[in-house]
């Protein structure tokens, strides 16, 4: 039974990523091109109207892979994120899904993406329809684009470890969540983010899979103030400052949960 149960989240967890990237396709090809012409003299009601129907489907597409039998969804303080408009929401990153499970429960989400995302035949078109901010844009840009989608109420998702965390390396955090906090001058919503046992995590393939359905748990923290480090002449010095005390902060969090 227990070898039967494996195949079948094996078989599960593929169909899942088949249906992901058919989805992604299918929103291109179809839904996006109807949003576009909905709101085709409003560009911020066709990124909203995007951002909300890719918010739904991810919705949808956790749900599957719960039905299914692959993974449990636990979230802590979910009505906190409701309240949240125009914030940095940051999360460290052990699993390919972190992103798909955190856009699937913030509705008014935004996200900083890799630039390769705008070369996957599966999901160029959906970051190019909801203005997801290219990560490789030209830094005065990029801030500029951080700083307009706060302004528009939107929250920022982010991982300040820039790629998925590496089992046996020591948690570490690029500046770059620390650099827009400080130079768009918001606050951050910190959120911790378990999945037990480890899968989907850069050193395994999609299919090796644990012997038991795995769970996503995520905490949502309280907002963390960046008052503080904005009050400082350096920026650059207040920026290696934060990202050392938001390392700090992670370790503590995650010997706290252990």
Not at 87 to 92: M, Q, R
Not at 174 to 179: Q, V
Not at 232 to 240: C, L
Request: glycine fraction near 4%.
């Amino acid at each position: 039974m227990n070898k039967l149960n494996k195949y079948w989240r094996i078989f599960a967890t593929g169909s899942a990523f088949t249906l992901f990237g058919f989805g992604g396709i299918l929103l291109t090809l179809i839904v996006f091109p109807i949003v576009n012409f909905m709101h085709r003299h409003n560009e911020y009601q066709r990124k909203y109207s995007a951002r909300k129907v890719v918010h739904k489907t991810f919705k949808m597409f956790v749900n599957y892979m719960s039905f299914v039998g692959i993974l449990t969804l636990e979230i802590e303080n979910e009505e906190q994120l409701k309240q949240h408009k125009g914030k940095l929401v940051i999360a460290n990153h052990p699993s390919l899904i972190d992103v798909v499970v955190l856009i699937s429960i913030i509705e008014n989400a935004d996200c900083v993406v890799k630039a390769g995302l705008w070369k996957n035949p599966f999901l160029k078109g959906v970051v190019t329809n909801t203005g997801y901010i290219n990560n490789e844009e030209d830094p005065d840009t990029f801030l500029k684009d951080c700083s307009k989608t706060f302004e528009e109420g939107n929250n920022l998702i982010v991982f300040p470890e820039g790629t998925r965390s590496s089992i046996d390396k020591p948690l570490k955090f690029k500046r770059g969540a620390a650099n827009i906090a400080l130079r768009t001058k918001v606050d951050i919503v910190p959120i911790i983010l378990t999945v037990t046992p480890t899968t989907l995590t850069k050193e395994l393939a999609w299919y090796q899979i644990p012997d038991k359905k795995f769970t996503v748990k995520l905490v949502v923290n309280p907002v963390l103030s960046t008052q503080k480090y904005r009050e400082t002449e350096s920026v650059s010095n207040s920026v290696r400052e934060l990202t050392r005390d938001l390392v700090e902060y992670y370790k503590e969090e995650f010997a706290a949960h252990e």
